[in-house]
């Protein structure tokens, strides 16, 4: 089985990368299953029912959220209904949504759990270590990927050493730079500390890069712009054999640059 997982998607860029690039990804690869992050779908920040209700028309099964998840408030309209959507299971508890969910394919349990790291984030969320035990106390999964939407390389890399044989993968979303460090550790547990972003391309991790540029220059806060320019597409292929166990983890890189 082949398992796609789309690094942050960011804004009408990204949605567009999508719709254009996910049906060729899936042809080239033999994609059987695709996940996304998709915290930054709408305007580079939260996500509609609208987009939600697009990923799901593009073939997406299960959609990854982030620390952006609450900034559109109409999620609170339809997160009880977004059966494929799933939030930080550490964020505060008062907050909706579901934060790990499994679903059958082709007779494969397959669970995805989002989790917050702390590091360098706003401090609210629970300990993504200790929740993780608590999840895994019951877990009976075939396939199971965690993506860790966290700041620090350091926090992202524990968690893999500390997940290492109790997950499918671990793989590193947020900070919409990939890193060339995937691979499969000790004990069978897939990794990576950032998939990447997809959204545009000649931008500052999907802003304005002027914008951005000034305001280290000069060291005065205005507003964030999303970037107007071609896209990137940014994902992680995952390769699993009949027992389940992953065999291969790639990274596949799409913008002016590099080329399907």
């Not at 942050?8 to 695709?34: A, C, T």
């Not at 408030?73 to 997160?79: G, L, Q, S, T």
């Not at 914008?211 to 220059?217: F, Q, T």
């Amino acid at each position: 089985m082949n398992i796609l997982f789309i690094g942050d998607v960011f804004s009408s860029i990204g949605r567009d990368m999508i719709e254009e690039y996910l049906p060729r990804i899936k042809n080239k690869y033999n994609v059987d299953f695709v996940i996304a992050n998709v915290e930054n779908a709408t305007h580079g920040k939260g996500l509609i029912r609208k987009h939600y209700d697009f990923f799901l028309f593009q073939g997406i099964s299960l959609m990854t959220m982030g620390n952006h998840t609450y900034s559109k408030k109409e999620i609170m309209d339809y997160i009880d209904d977004a059966d494929r959507l799933i939030v930080p299971l550490n964020r505060p508890r008062a907050l909706p949504g579901v934060g790990s969910r499994e679903i059958v394919f082709q007779n494969k349990k397959i669970r995805v759990t989002n989790l917050l790291g702390l590091t360098f984030m706003d401090g609210k969320s629970q300990n993504p270590f200790e929740v993780m035990d608590d999840l895994l106390e019951n877990d009976d999964s075939d396939i199971h990927i965690v993506d860790i939407h966290a700041e620090a390389t350091s926090e992202k890399v524990a968690l893999g050493y500390y997940l290492d044989g109790r997950v499918s993968a671990v793989l590193g979303t947020h900070t919409h730079v990939t890193t060339a460090d995937e691979k499969i550790l000790s004990k069978g547990t897939a990794f990576q500390s950032d998939v990447g972003m997809t959204g545009p391309y000649e931008s500052v991790i999907g802003c304005d890069k002027d914008i951005i540029v000034k305001r280290m220059l000069d060291g005065l806060m205005s507003p964030f712009k999303v970037a107007e320019s071609e896209g990137q597409l940014r994902a992680t292929l995952l390769s699993f054999n009949d027992n389940n166990e992953c065999t291969q983890i790639k990274r596949i890189c799409i913008d002016p640059d590099h080329h399907l």
